[in-house]
């Protein structure tokens, strides 16, 4: 795409789409934020080199013991889960954090990203402009920090969107055709000509991606809300909660309501109503979400 306006239109179009979503807050709304956020951390570990895929990172982090070290990819998850849980607010506290999650060496300089944040969400500027503006000052203060400036740059937009919680986006779209230089001289970075075309470009393909996630949840979230009526078990629902909440949750979740045998038959009536998919295709270790 060559044009800045089409690129805008596309971006501000697709954003309405999923601001419209945001603020209908469908009770599964946490369930698809951190579908998203797997799909987020799968693609930043492959910026880095790493080779874990959404399935392995699920693994790393949901079947892990409580408390466990979830490993540098996992750590890669817990900042995108961060991200999908939380105020779009910086604090330095939080910038330091993410940075530690990331596998970025902490610096002072990074402290001025968080003020520069603030400035920038109450610029009144759209928010693709905001966040192309976010990614490239913490390239310019940290040329190795590009995943903290595509994490940052999702919560720019939040934040000028007023949403209560961040959608991940962006990060998904950094290694694809949106970035890919007009002048076929490779790839558009932070702050270079055609920057802010490809950011508008590429939140109008993960917006359009997380509305086409949204829309395969929604009637497998009803059909978890109809399937609920006809359960039982005590500790059902913090079960059906944890669902509703998370990208998946263990097919031998141990509760103070539910033991793990308690859970396997919970799943398997679940799992007969078409209310939950198993996700990982074993046949043990079984993991099960919307």
Known sequence: MTSDVE???LAGS???????LVRMAPAWAGSWRQRLALKGAAAAAALTGRTESEAQLRDAWYLRAPGADPGPAG???????GLAER?????????RRVANLLGLRWSDSLVSLGEQFEVL????????LVAAAIATEAYRLRPDAGLLGWWIADLAIAARMRWPVAVPLLVTQAPGPAFRSLSDRGRDR???????RAICVALALAATDACRSAGEMAPRAARLNAATRKLRAKGAGEVIQLLLDEDCVSGTLQTKNLTRWGSRRLFERLTALEAVRELSGRASFRLYGL
């Open 14 to 20: 697709a954003l309405n789409s999923l601001d419209n």
């Open 75 to 81: 750590n890669l998850l817990a900042a995108w889960k």
């Open 190 to 196: 932070p702050g270079g000509e055609g920057f802010e």
């Open 7 to 9: 690129a805008a239109f």
């Open 121 to 128: 969400a109450g610029s009144g500027q759209p928010a693709p």
């Open 87 to 95: 105020s779009p607010i910086v604090s330095p506290d939080r910038l």
